[in-house]
């Protein structure tokens, strides 16, 4: 079964958000968020934005949510 590996997406958030030349900061400020520990949750894989964070981000990054998730597993299904 498919499975989000959240490290990895966490990595990848990181990446993309250093390789766009910005900051934790600065994706706090486009959520709204009080503080910058959601967005730390995230890149530390210790949590997943929500599926209307997740669409933000990947314009955000010029990417899709596809390619901001980690997925590990294949096809088979239960």
Known sequence: MPVINMAA???KIKELITGKGM?????????GFTSPYPVYKWING???PAIENLVVLAKMMD???DDLLVVNGGNEFV
């Open 46 to 48: 210790q949590s997943l």
């Open 23 to 31: 900051a934790v900061k600065d994706i706090q400020k486009v959520f």
């Open 63 to 65: 990417t899709t949510v």
């Open 9 to 11: 997406t966490g990595a």
